[in-house]
């Protein structure tokens, strides 16, 4: 079994929260602890703060630190402390005004214009890229004049002036997700929009929506900082930006006064730049699990000898495979062991999730992402392949490993005709001209079955149906003759005539060019018409392997017969015998 020493399985987690996992970030911790310090600060001003924001001592102007005035006094000689202490009540409540009615405006209007779309995305739309074309501070400036002094009145407007930046955002996230299946899926069930936006939809966008608040909260401070350093706003209403131009104003009697007000801005924006970085880092990590680097060592262990009998093509010894889960390697191949001679068909069968397709993939060196071979040998041709070098398995696949597909229309590129898809590979991995590629791709659209090999070769992907795109990828797999045909469930996504019609083109194929093949598949009946001989696979690992006849005949494990027995009883079995190897090789 596996020589690697992988973690236990992770519990199962469930959704972690957001929160924590931000908190172990430690830009995530200092940006959330600095931001509630000031929270906290603004909160209880009155408590902390030794004196009332306007108290002025007429001794203490412009006066150095100490004497009651911690941080000295400011040029009216009013404590500059207790200053910022409440200007962080004034400068955060502003910037909560702005973030408010931005957020407010920006992701209903986004929501309903995204949903719905239409002339109420038109005319929102209009309305957002005017919003967009306003210079913001001639606007506010505008205001200012006509609203009389009130930063907070002014944030409101400037939170109107934000919202298109909201508005853009989740109308763009909506229109992402409004046409995903699980939207119609609601819709179908018979829920109303509103219900569908508030639960659905709302739901799946919320993440990057906050994390344009935290930043949008940063914005609003220095916007407003700004705003009152020009001199906007109540003098008598202690702010940062406020006491910015007043140390400023002093600037060259007392420099250090100029340092508070804007440490605290700097601190406080930073902190939410970096709360949104934190969220963002978070939401991107999703529920991805640990990093492969991260993961306990793999451990490998000697390949042992390549197979004596030369007739043996694939020789796979106790495989292993596994992913990263949140706490340590997750096996889902657990020692499977198979061999496969040269121009035999080997069926891999069982149900969903089994690792059939893990298994198939480890040979083909195509695991997805985090996915590693953690023990045991792949020997193909007498050479272990596994966990061989990408550019070596480059040069075996196509050429020596050939693979067809389940969806036949999603392994076709929409953007190129049928004909460059399958001369592509022959010039690249036969070295091929292009006419030599064309006549021999004319050659195999004829000999998979196409009526008008000309006429498909011309083609788009989507100018042919769904059993002619997976002629063309058996014609592709086919086509630099390899040694070994993988086809993971090559008929699933066909109608069952198309079905019968494709299994017999690659038994005629596979007879033909006395190619091995391993077919994972479902289906007992596409074993019996296709396979020499089967494996049954259950939760990674081989329950059975035997020649078709006699697994069918007399099935030794009690799954297999779980499984035969769950074959329809009105369904009569296809019956054709495979051509024995000797009968192949005859
Ligand atoms: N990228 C991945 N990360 C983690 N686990 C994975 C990944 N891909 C597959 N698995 C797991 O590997 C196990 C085996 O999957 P596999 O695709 O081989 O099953 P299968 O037998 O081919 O099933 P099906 O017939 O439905 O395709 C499953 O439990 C699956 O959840």
């Known amino acids: 079994m596996s020589a690697a020493t992988p973690a236990p399985a992770p519990a199962a987690s ?4 957001i929160v924590l996992s931000v908190l172990t970030n430690p830009l995530g911790l200092v940006a959330a602890v600095l931001l509630t310090v000031v929270i906290l600060t603004a909160v209880f ?3 902390i703060a030794p004196f009332a924001p306007d108290d002025l001592q007429i001794f203490k102007i412009n006066a150095p630190p100490g004497d009651g005035y911690l941080l000295g006094g400011d040029g009216s000689g ?5 200053r910022l202490v409440f200007g962080a009540r004034n400068t955060l409540l502003g910037a909560l005004i702005a973030l408010t009615v931005a957020a407010a405006i920006g992701v209903t209007a986004g929501l309903f214009a995204g949903y719905f779309g239409g002339r109420r995305e038109v005319v929102m739309s209009w309305i957002a890229d005017g919003l967009m074309a306003l210079p913001a501070l001639i606007v506010l400036l ?3 004049q006509s609203l009389g002094s009130s930063i907070q009145v002014s944030m409101v407007i400037f939170g109107i002036m934000l919202s298109p930046g909201f508005y853009r955002l989740t109308r763009n996230l909506v229109n992402g997700v409004k046409h995903e299946l699980y939207v119609d899926a609601a819709r179908v069930s018979g829920l109303s929009d509103m219900r569908i936006i508030a639960r659905h939809i709302l739901l799946v966008i919320r993440a990057p929506v906050i994390i344009q608040t935290s930043i949008v909260a940063g914005i609003s401070i220095v916007i407003q900082a700004g705003l009152e350093f020009l001199g906007l706003g109540d003098p008598s209403v202690p702010t940062w930006g406020g006491m910015l131009q007043d140390a400023f104003a002093n600037m060259f009697v007392v420099p250090t006064a100029i340092l508070w007000p804007g440490l605290a801005i700097s601190i406080t924006v930073a902190s939410f730049v970096l709360l949104a970085n934190a969220i963002r880092d978070r939401l991107q990590q999703g529920n991805r699990p640990a990093s492969a680097a991260s993961m306990p060592k793999v451990v490998s262990r000697p390949a ?3 197979p004596v009998d030369t007739d043996i093509l694939l020789d796979i010894r106790d495989l292993v495979v596994g992913y990263p889960g949140k706490s340590g390697w997750t096996e889902v191949v657990k020692g499977v062991s198979l061999q496969l001679r040269r121009g035999e068909v080997l069926g891999l069968v069982g149900e969903s999730g089994s690792g059939k397709t893990q298994t198939a993939f480890s040979v083909l060196g195509l695991l ?8 045991g040998s792949i020997w193909f041709d007498g050479r272990d392949i596994a966990n061989l070098p990408e550019s070596e398995m480059q040069k075996l696949r196509g050429k020596h490993i050939a693979y067809v597909p389940q969806e036949p229309m999603s392994n076709l590129d929409p953007a190129f005709r049928i004909g460059f898809q399958l001369t592509e590979p022959m010039m690249t991995v036969l070295g091929m001209s292009r006419s030599e590629a064309k006549a021999r791709a004319l050659e195999l659209l004829a000999k998979v ?7 498909t070769f011309n083609a788009y992907p989507h100018q042919v149906s769904g059993g002619m795109a997976q002629r063309v990828l058996i014609a592709r797999s086919i086509s630099c003759n390899p040694d070994l045909l993988i086809a993971d469930e090559p008929t699933t996504a066909l109608d069952v005539t198309v079905q019968a019609e494709v299994l017999e083109l690659l038994r005629d194929l596979q007879a033909e060019m006395g190619m091995s093949v391993i077919l994972v598949t479902h289906n007992f009946g596409v074993v019996a018409d296709i396979c020499h001989r089967v494996s049954v696979m259950k939760d990674g690992q081989v329950v059975e392997t035997a020649e078709v006849q006699s697994l069918f005949a007399h099935p030794q ?4 017969r779980m499984l035969l027995s769950a074959v329809l009883d009105d369904v009569t079995p296809r019956t054709y015998r495979p051509r024995t190897l000797k009968e192949v090789s005859a």
């Open 14 to 17: 469930g959704r972690e929260s």
């Open 45 to 47: 001003a009155p408590l």
């Open 78 to 82: 009013r404590d500059i402390f207790s």
């Open 142 to 144: 505008a205001f200012y």
């Open 304 to 306: 042992g000898a390549a």
């Open 368 to 375: 997805s992402t985090g996915g590693r071979i953690l023990s």
């Open 449 to 455: 079955g196409m009526p008008d090999p000309k006429r």
């Open 557 to 560: 494990h009690d799954y297999t």
